[in-house]
């Protein structure tokens, strides 16, 4: 591998040269740096020509797959393709800085002011902060404003998150963070909310409820309203995992449905490019009665006047992130709503759902389903009778790589048995469909016919299949010269 993709630094030869810098027009003043200041050492600097540094750098970026090369339905992810413009739009603050006066940042105030509104619009929820950095930053957000609201009302005992087993694992997770109990819930048979389980479950110890909707089983929660009502009446507040919102704008709003507290990620509904660790967005939503205790400092408008910071929030948890969040990746989520529109939201939505359901339709013939219903933004599938001839779900996941396809998300949910989780989004054509059905019929055939060829899978890429365990236990991260 290295002699194909040698480094940077193996590619140096001494005295070439990538830059050529004009000649010095005015008097050599070395003399201003005090001697001792002066590094006479020669630096490790790679030397390389324009043309082998630009091949280096390109050749390095086609060994990445990204949307812009290709289909990447990674279930729960959101890879939809994301407009340039909103990159565009983003370098329009560039020269912002994030300690600038409020009176000197007045357009970056309002537009996060209105993404603020925009974002309260889509949801039914009463006031965003947009500090958290992440889905599962937004999710110990959250449940910090929902401690700091029983403490307040001196409701010491409820140390509880009902959590069900269709959650996201950041869920509990991320409610252990914030010093709760867990307490799981089975799903039904369709899954669903267990309704009777979430009666037996519930308390004068619970906090809350977390639910992931629609659930990792790409499916919406049949009985949202009771489940409200039943965490409610028990005296626990409502917390809505909107990371995927990619299936409801506009059509339905969780602070409409009876949810309390919701996060959702900018980075994946609203068209900001993620993977590979960032940088992302959180905005986490509250209803009014919870608005206190949002991180500060709350962005305020002032009746006419110019947007500020209020600062003087006694009752707030506490700020969760360095200055205001990613500002870019809200100004790339500002640019998409807004040439998007309420009507081309729900239109987003409305199509990434029949993308979801025309996926699950044409394969479910071939694979297994756990759920046959009406799926949302995405459907998840089993290798079904592929099994039987020994090929499992990582099997077609990397016969899939050979045909330049990032695979789908696999062995998750972890409660289905071999899950594939397939998420087409929106931003796909018919024509794509067409062609990863046919290639995912294609794998089944071949499976059937000469298992040993989609074991051998993949064969196109610099890697094969790697000892797993071994790569994931005792990863080698140095480079070995
Ligand atoms: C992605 C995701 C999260 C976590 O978001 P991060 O930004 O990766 O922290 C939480 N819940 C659901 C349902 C998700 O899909």
Do not use: W
């Not at 990620?265 to 993620?274: A, E, Q, V």
């Not at 998420?423 to 019929?441: G, H, Q, V, Y």
């Amino acid at each position: 591998m290295r002699s194909e993709y040698p480094l940077i630094f193996e590619r140096s030869r001494e005295g070439r040269r990538a830059y050529d810098l004009p000649v010095l027009d005015v008097p050599e003043a070395d003399e201003l740096l005090p001697s001792g200041m002066i590094n006479d050492a020669k630096l490790n600097l790679p030397e390389i020509a324009e043309v082998d540094l630009v091949r280096h750098y390109t050749n390095l970026s086609r060994r990445n797959f990204g949307v812009d090369n290709g289909f990447y339905p990674l279930g729960s992810c959101t890879m939809k393709y994301n407009p340039k413009i909103n990159e565009e739009v983003a370098t329009l603050f560039n020269d912002l800085h994030p300690l600038a006066d409020q009176s000197m940042a007045q357009g970056a105030l309002d537009m996060m002011l209105h993404l603020d509104q925009c974002l309260c619009e889509i949801t039914g929820m009463d006031k965003f902060t947009l500090q958290p950095a992440a889905g599962a930053h937004g999710e110990f957000t959250g449940l910090m404003i929902i401690k700091a609201y029983h403490e307040m009302k001196q409701d010491f005992g409820r140390t509880t998150i009902i959590v069900p087993d269709a959650a996201h694992g950041t869920n509990p997770a991320s409610a252990t963070m914030a010093g709760f109990k867990i307490k799981e819930i089975k799903s039904a048979p369709d899954g669903s909310v267990d309704l009777d389980a979430l009666r037996a479950a519930v308390g004068p110890d619970t906090a809350g409820l977390m639910l992931t909707n629609p659930s990792t089983l790409g499916l919406f929660e049949r009985n949202i309203r009771e489940v409200a009502d039943i965490v409610h009446t028990a005296g626990g507040l409502l917390y809505y995992d909107g990371a995927n919102l990619n299936a409801i704008m506009g059509i339905v709003r969780p602070g409409d449905m009876g949810f309390d507290v919701m996060h959702i990620n900018l980075h994946k509904t609203f068209s900001t490019p993620h993977g590979g660790g960032g940088p992302g967005s959180g905005p986490v939503g509250v209803k009014k009665e919870l608005i206190p205790y949002l991180p500060y400092p709350v962005i305020l408008a002032s009746h006419g006047g110019p947007a500020m910071l209020d600062y003087d929030r006694p009752l707030s948890i506490g700020k969760v992130k360095s200055f205001y969040g990613n500002f870019s990746v809200m100004v790339k989520a500002y640019a998409y709503i807004m040439s998007l529109g309420g009507k081309g939201l729900r239109e987003a939505s409305e199509n990434a759902v029949l993308n979801a359901n025309y996926l699950l339709h044409n394969l479910k013939d071939t694979f297994g389903v756990p759920h046959d219903r009406i799926c949302m933004h995405e459907c998840v599938i089993e290798p079904g009778e592929l099994l039987e001839h020994g090929i499992h779900t990582t099997d077609i996941a990397k016969a899939l790589i050979d045909r330049g396809y990032h695979p789908m998300t696999i062995y998750f949910p972890l409660i289905v048995h071999e899950a594939m989780m397939i998420e087409p989004t929106e931003t796909e054509s018919r024509e794509t469909l067409d062609e990863f059905i046919f290639n995912m019929k294609d794998i089944a055939r071949i499976a059937r016919e000469n298992p040993e060829a989609i074991h051998q899978c993949p064969v196109n890429t610099p890697v094969g299949r790697p000892d797993e365990v071994m790569a994931a236990r005792k990863p080698v991260v140095k480079y070995e010269g």
